[in-house]
C-alpha cells in the first residue's frame, strides 16, 4: 500500500469525472500516491466510465448514498495509507500538487492536516470560496479564509504565498493523517455536507495538533458543482450544522454566550430574508434551527465525549474578534487588513 490515498467522492458525477480525473491521473503519478474513486451509488454511467476509461483505478462502491461526510468515512475505513487526501471531483489539480504537502508530513510529525492553495476554476486569477489560501474562523464561529472574507473574494497576487499555521483546511482538497482522521473520530456524518470539515479540523486543534496551508501546492475548484452557493438548501446546511459546530467545540467558558450571540444573530439575518422577500432563505434558516433542536440531545452526547479529550482550549488561529463587524462596519474586506 502507497503512502498516499488520494480519495475523490463521487455521486452522479461523470461529466466532473470525465473533464477533471484527467488532471489528477497524469498529475499524481508518484510511486507513493494511490488514486481512489468512492462511488455514492451513482445511478448515472459514473461506475462505467471508470471500468471503461480507467481500469487500473481502485474504486469503493458504496451501497447508498451517504453524503459527503458519512460516505468519505465509509470508503477511507476501508483503506490503510499513512495519508488521505480527500478530494473534491470538480477540482482541477496541478503538476507539483501534491510533493510541497506530502514532504511537510514526512518532515513534520507535529502536522495533522493541511491544504493546498486553492484558486477558482472559472476564473483562475482569483482565490475560490471555500478554502482560498486558508481557513480561520472568529469567535462567534463565522469562518472566512486567507484570501475571502464572507462573499469579498481577493485576486491572487501572491500576496498570500507563504506557509501559515491555520484554523481549519478546505474540504475540497484536504490532506490528514490518516491516524489523526481515525483517532478523531473522522468527518461528522450528521452534518451531511458542509462545515464539517471545520468541525474536524477544530477538534484536531483542541488535540494539539498543528494544520498549514501550504500554497507551494496550486489547485482550482469549481465550487457550488454539486450544491450552488444560492441554493436554499445549502444555506439551511450551513446555518445548522454552524451551531452543530459551535455546540460540540465551544471551550466551557464562553459556551452559552457565545451560542446565544449566534442565535441572535441568525434570527437577524431569518427577519431580514423575510424583509427582502427571499422567502426560501427565511425558511431555510427557520427549519436549520428546528433541526438543531431536535439532534440537541445527540450533540450534548458528542460534546460530552470530547470535552475530555481538549488539550489545547486557545488557538491563535481563531479570531477574536467578529468578522462581520470589521466587515460591514470596519470596512475590513481582505485577509490582510485584520490583525489577530
Same mark, same amino acid.
Given at each position: 500500500?502507497?503512502?498516499?490515498?488520494?480519495?475523490?467522492?463521487?455521486?452522479?458525477?461523470?461529466?466532473?469525472?470525465?473533464?477533471?480525473?484527467?488532471?489528477?491521473?497524469?498529475?499524481?503519478?508518484?510511486?507513493?500516491?494511490?488514486?481512489?474513486?468512492?462511488?455514492?451509488?451513482?445511478?448515472?454511467?459514473?461506475?462505467?466510465?471508470?471500468?471503461?476509461?480507467?481500469?487500473?483505478?481502485?474504486?469503493?462502491?458504496?451501497?447508498?448514498?451517504?453524503?459527503?461526510?458519512?460516505?468519505?468515512?465509509?470508503?477511507?475505513?476501508?483503506?490503510?495509507?499513512?495519508?488521505?487526501?480527500?478530494?473534491?471531483?470538480?477540482?482541477?489539480?496541478?503538476?507539483?500538487?501534491?510533493?510541497?504537502?506530502?514532504?511537510?508530513?514526512?518532515?513534520?510529525?507535529?502536522?495533522?492536516?493541511?491544504?493546498?492553495?486553492?484558486?477558482?476554476?472559472?476564473?483562475?486569477?482569483?482565490?475560490?470560496?471555500?478554502?482560498?489560501?486558508?481557513?480561520?474562523?472568529?469567535?462567534?464561529?463565522?469562518?472566512?479564509?486567507?484570501?475571502?472574507?464572507?462573499?469579498?473574494?481577493?485576486?491572487?497576487?501572491?500576496?498570500?504565498?507563504?506557509?501559515?499555521?491555520?484554523?481549519?483546511?478546505?474540504?475540497?482538497?484536504?490532506?490528514?493523517?490518516?491516524?489523526?482522521?481515525?483517532?478523531?473520530?473522522?468527518?461528522?456524518?450528521?452534518?451531511?455536507?458542509?462545515?464539517?470539515?471545520?468541525?474536524?479540523?477544530?477538534?484536531?486543534?483542541?488535540?494539539?495538533?498543528?494544520?498549514?496551508?501550504?500554497?507551494?501546492?496550486?489547485? $482550482?475548484? &469549481?465550487?457550488? %458543482?454539486? !450544491?450552488? =452557493?444560492? +441554493?436554499?438548501?445549502?444555506?439551511?446546511?450551513?446555518? @445548522?450544522?454552524? #451551531?452543530?459546530?459551535?455546540?460540540?467545540?465551544?471551550?466551557?467558558?464562553?459556551?452559552?454566550?457565545?451560542?446565544?450571540?449566534?442565535?441572535?444573530?441568525?434570527?437577524?439575518?431569518?427577519?431580514?430574508?423575510?424583509?427582502?422577500?427571499?422567502?426560501?432563505?427565511? $425558511?431555510? &434558516?427557520?427549519? %436549520?434551527? !428546528?433541526? =438543531?433542536? +431536535?439532534?440537541?440531545?445527540?450533540?450534548?452526547?458528542? @460534546?460530552?465525549? #470530547?470535552?475530555?479529550?481538549?488539550?489545547?482550549?486557545?488557538?491563535?488561529?481563531?479570531?477574536?474578534?467578529?468578522?462581520?463587524?470589521?466587515?460591514?462596519?470596519?470596512?475590513?474586506?481582505?485577509?490582510?487588513?485584520?490583525?489577530?
Amino acid at each position: 500500500m502507497n503512502r498516499i490515498g488520494i480519495v475523490i467522492l463521487n455521486w452522479n458525477g461523470k461529466e466532473l469525472l470525465e473533464k477533471f480525473l484527467p488532471s489528477v491521473v497524469s498529475c499524481s503519478k508518484r510511486e507513493w500516491a494511490d488514486i481512489i474513486v468512492a462511488d455514492n451509488a451513482s445511478s448515472d454511467e459514473s461506475i462505467s466510465f471508470l471500468a471503461e476509461t480507467y481500469p487500473d483505478l481502485q474504486v469503493i462502491k458504496l451501497d447508498k448514498n451517504y453524503g459527503f461526510a458519512k460516505g468519505y468515512n465509509k470508503a477511507l475505513e476501508q483503506l490503510s495509507h499513512a495519508y488521505f487526501v480527500l478530494l473534491n471531483s470538480d477540482v482541477e489539480v496541478t503538476e507539483n500538487w501534491l510533493d510541497p504537502i506530502y514532504n511537510q508530513f514526512e518532515n513534520e510529525p507535529n502536522i495533522a492536516a493541511a491544504q493546498p492553495k486553492i484558486k477558482a476554476y472559472h476564473n483562475q486569477s482569483e482565490f475560490e470560496h471555500a478554502g482560498a489560501s486558508g481557513g480561520f474562523i472568529d469567535y462567534l464561529g463565522y469562518p472566512f479564509c486567507r484570501g475571502r472574507i464572507l462573499d469579498q473574494i481577493e485576486n491572487d497576487h501572491n500576496q498570500y504565498n507563504s506557509e501559515i499555521d491555520i484554523f481549519w483546511a478546505s474540504g475540497a482538497a484536504l490532506f490528514i493523517r490518516a491516524n489523526v482522521y481515525k483517532q478523531t473520530g473522522g468527518l461528522d456524518d450528521d452534518f451531511f455536507a458542509h462545515m464539517e470539515e471545520i468541525d474536524l479540523c477544530w477538534r484536531i486543534k483542541n488535540q494539539g495538533h498543528r494544520i498549514i496551508a501550504e500554497p507551494k501546492s496550486t489547485v $482550482y475548484h &469549481v465550487g457550488g %458543482a454539486t !450544491l450552488p =452557493y444560492d +441554493s436554499p438548501n445549502k444555506l439551511f446546511l450551513n446555518f @445548522r450544522n454552524n #451551531l452543530f459546530l459551535l455546540h460540540k467545540n465551544l471551550p466551557e467558558n464562553n459556551f452559552w454566550p457565545i451560542l446565544l450571540q449566534r442565535m441572535i444573530l441568525d434570527g437577524v439575518a431569518a427577519l431580514k430574508f423575510l424583509v427582502s422577500g427571499e422567502f426560501a432563505n427565511f $425558511y431555510a &434558516v427557520f427549519k %436549520a434551527h !428546528l433541526s =438543531y433542536y +431536535s439532534m440537541i440531545s445527540k450533540i450534548r452526547k458528542k @460534546r460530552k465525549h #470530547l470535552v475530555p479529550l481538549v488539550i489545547k482550549k486557545e488557538h491563535k488561529e481563531m479570531y477574536h474578534n467578529s468578522i462581520i463587524f470589521d466587515f460591514y462596519l470596519r470596512k475590513k474586506k481582505h485577509f490582510s487588513d485584520i490583525s489577530f
